[in-house]
């Protein structure tokens, strides 16, 4: 092994790999590691500047005894910024400590690596270069296990655990599933994956293993502190954090599948403004155009935008558009992108890479020259009338299959970067945007690492309406909190599946809305049985063929739910104040306004145990009834003084309470 001091980092070769960590950030290093001579020049995820550091790096020698009973000299290194410290050994095994005690070590179990004592015959390495013939590498990286630790993070799953000890997560973007590859860790340390490649991570009880199926560098950070906060503060630092949302923002927003033409837009948005609700947001989803990739609206059921945003403006709603990165190759522009080459392609078979209603390529954002023209013809079409923003669906992007080694991008192949795609789709919108001195706040159903801070309202995609999807979403909801997004909410309900007529959906649509008050964006949204409504017309294409569900606005499910609902929706308006207080905090230090109960008390162990209650910032406790039939359930409250937010008693901690929960309200109570 050859050590070589640069400042603030330490290199070091061996075996044709060379191993680069330097200081980046507080108490933080970054790790990279390549076949190559030199590094690749992305920086991912780490796009913000950092104070210089000042790292400490020694040299020296371990003793170490060999099978014989004798001792033999090493040469070793270490690199320490701040509370973290990173040593290397002669065989480039990283053995990392948060303030001395040892938090994470790469395994190494390789015949004949004399590494340490223990090793043998498994020929198990630590950085595993596995090289595909004319190309780069499938890259595995291991680390051994600490029993007592528990993680979290790491983005959106559909699964009902928010403790990710135990479990193997893909490293791909799908609908519903997002991959932000930032972990938090029990024992105090935050660690980001900062390669976009798909691929796989799995938290098991033998081994922690981080697979990239194709990459030419191995690249992470990770960062040390006291408690999640601090983690989340670091790591948002060098990552960026979300902008402030807009105070306009931070109400009620109402959306269906779909407002087929402008009428009926207006009709609901009038509807509400007589009856004394503020819509902050209304939206317009797909198929309101004429065929993907034309991006813009069917004059025949759409004739004058402008004049319907003038006229929701005039109610203060504010107004999105859905658009997809889909093109169709009946577009106007499908012919024109193929030429200039600002569409994914295939490696083998035909160019089709999504095939709802039409035969479609998806764009290529990571193409500077993409986000332009897409940009160019969304401002002409859209925001020019007067749009305030648009709803980025399909961002992960939907496919036909995920057959990832079939797609290639203008950075390179999918295998290797695919996960970015929809923080970079997001920047064709939030950088024009901000260029014009707008304050962009787009909905996306897919981010990665450092999508925070492009104006991104995440939310967790096209959900079943089922009790076990709305326990899903809550592990959702925190994990992709305390992965750095803090702008994130679900369609109230569940997207489908939701019959209006049923009874037994009416209940969870209610429990869903009265969770929704205690969102960061509360949104009622869904894809509503039975399909009875018949089309406009019967083209194959345009506004009017495809089906919409059924009516969707509070007054939709009768007078009792409308009354529950308006209570709530009067509810939000009242915590307006505070709710801009968390978003100001999720801006300033970057944490989540949907916190684990651990991120407020991170002394208290049975917090770090919860996940079917949450902190709404630093001083609601809220606890979703997330079961059928339910008239009370238990709540922990921790050390201190509580106030059930509905009849004002004041309940001491450090126990477990029964909560009343009548279908009307859920308990939530506030730390006082």
């Known amino acids: 092994m050859q050590f070589i001091v640069e400042e603030n980092a330490l290199v070091c070769r061996r075996q044709g790999e060379m191993l680069r960590i330097e200081a980046w950030g507080q108490d933080a290093l970054r790790i990279r590691a390549t076949m190559y001579p030199a590094f690749s020049v992305q920086d991912w995820a780490l796009t913000e500047s950092v104070p210089s550091a000042s790292a400490q790096i020694e040299l020296f020698e371990?003793?170490?005894?060999?099978?014989?009973?004798?001792?033999?000299?090493?040469p070793a290194a270490a690199i320490t910024n701040g509370r973290i410290r990173a040593m290397v050994n002669h065989g480039g095994v990283i053995t990392l400590y948060r303030d001395g005690i040892k938090i994470l070590r790469e395994v190494f179990k390789n015949y004949g690596g004399s590494i340490t004592k223990e090793s043998h015959c498994l020929k198990v390495v630590n950085r595993e270069w596995v090289p595909y013939i004319g190309g780069d590498y499938r890259l595995t990286v291991r680390f051994e296990p600490n029993d007592v630790e528990k993680l979290f993070g790491m983005g959106?799953?559909?699964?009902?655990?928010?403790?990710?000890?135990g479990c193997t997560l893909e490293l791909a973007q799908k609908n519903s599933q997002t991959t932000v590859p930032f972990l938090v860790s029990s024992l105090g340390y935050g660690l980001l994956w900062n390669n976009p490649a798909v691929g796989r991570v799995t938290f098991g009880k033998?081994?922690?293993?981080?697979?990239?199926?194709?990459?030419?560098?191995?690249?992470?950070?990770?960062?040390?502190?006291?408690?999640?906060?601090?983690?989340?503060?670091?790591?948002?630092?060098?990552?960026?954090?979300?902008?402030?949302?807009?105070?306009?923002?931070?109400?009620?927003?109402?959306?269906?599948?779909?407002?087929?033409?402008?009428?009926?837009?207006?009709?609901?948005?009038?509807?509400?403004?007589?009856?004394?609700?503020?819509?902050?947001?209304?939206?317009?989803?797909?198929?309101?155009?004429?065929?993907?990739?034309?991006?813009?609206?069917?004059?025949?059921?759409?004739?004058?935008?402008?004049a319907m945003v003038d006229e929701l403006h005039s109610m203060g709603i504010r107004v999105i558009v859905s658009v997809w990165p889909s093109v169709d190759r009946r577009s106007e522009n499908f012919a024109e992108m193929v030429e200039r080459g600002l569409l994914m392609r295939t490696e083998r078979g035909a160019m089709q890479t999504y095939d709802y209603q039409g035969d479609c390529v998806?764009?290529?954002?990571?193409?500077?020259?993409?986000?332009?023209?897409?940009?160019?013809?969304?401002?002409?079409?859209?925001?020019?009338?007067?749009?305030?923003g648009f709803w980025l669906d399909n961002s992960e992007p939907d496919l036909t299959r995920y057959d990832f080694d079939n797609f290639r991008y203008y950075i390179g192949p999918a295998m290797m970067c695919s996960n970015i795609y929809p923080q970079w789709y997001s920047r064709a919108y939030d950088e024009p945007m901000r260029a014009l001195g707008d304050e962009p706040v787009n909905l996306l159903r897919s981010g990665w690492a450092g999508s925070q801070k492009y104006g991104n309202v995440l939310w967790s995609g096209d959900v079943p309406s089922t009790w076990e999807s709305m326990r899903d979403q809550l592990?959702?909801?925190?994990?992709?909190?305390?992965?750095?997004?803090?702008w994130w909410n679900t369609d109230i309900g569940g997207f489908m599946e939701g019959n209006v007529f049923d009874p037994e959906f009416r209940e969870l649509l209610v429990r869903w809305y009265e969770w929704a008050v205690f969102q960061p964006v509360m949104r009622l949204h869904g894809d509503r049985e039975p399909f009875t409504i018949p089309a406009l017309d019967d083209r194959n294409f345009g506004g009017g063929y495809l089906h919409t569900g059924q009516d969707n606005e509070m007054w939709s499910y009768g007078e009792k739910i409308y009354g529950i609902m308006r209570r709530h929706y009067e509810l939000r308006i009242s915590m307006k104040p505070y709710i801009s207080r968390i978003f100001r905090e999720a801006h300033e230090n970057g944490s989540p306004l949907m916190r684990a109960m651990f991120y407020e008390f991170p002394d208290d162990p049975v917090c770090w145990t919860l996940s079917d209650q949450y902190m709404f910032g630093p001083d609601y406790l809220v606890a979703p009834v997330l079961e059928p039939k339910v008239q009370s359930r238990?709540?922990?409250?921790?050390?201190?003084?509580?106030?059930?937010?509905?009849?004002?008693?004041?309940?001491?901690?450090?126990?477990?309470?029964?909560?009343?929960?009548?279908?009307?309200?859920?308990?939530?109570?506030?730390?006082?």
């Open 62 to 74: 371990e003793t170490k005894r060999e099978g014989d009973g004798s001792f033999r000299q090493y």
């Open 206 to 306: 033998n081994e922690t293993m981080w697979e990239a199926a194709c990459c030419k560098d191995m690249d992470y950070w990770i960062t040390v502190a006291d408690d999640p906060k601090g983690l989340l503060e670091h790591y948002t630092a060098v990552s960026g954090r979300a902008p402030m949302m807009p105070e306009d923002r931070m109400g009620f927003w109402q959306c269906k599948l779909r407002y087929r033409t402008q009428e009926e837009v207006l009709s609901v948005a009038r509807r509400y403004h007589e009856q004394g609700i503020h819509l902050d947001v209304i939206i317009i989803d797909f198929f309101h155009w004429t065929v993907q990739g034309d991006w813009k609206f069917d004059k025949t059921y759409w004739p004058d935008p402008k």
């Open 634 to 672: 238990n709540v922990y409250l921790p050390n201190g003084q509580w106030k059930d937010i509905r009849s004002g008693e004041i309940i001491s901690g450090g126990r477990i309470v029964a909560a009343s929960a009548p279908i009307d309200s859920i308990p939530v109570f506030e730390r006082i």
């Open 475 to 486: 592990q959702a909801g925190l994990n992709i909190g305390l992965a750095g997004i803090p």
């Open 362 to 388: 998806e764009i290529d954002p990571t193409n500077p020259e993409t986000r332009e023209y897409v940009w160019e013809k969304c401002k002409a079409h859209y925001y020019d009338y007067g749009i305030d």
């Open 156 to 165: 959106q799953y559909q699964q009902p655990y928010m403790d990710l000890k």
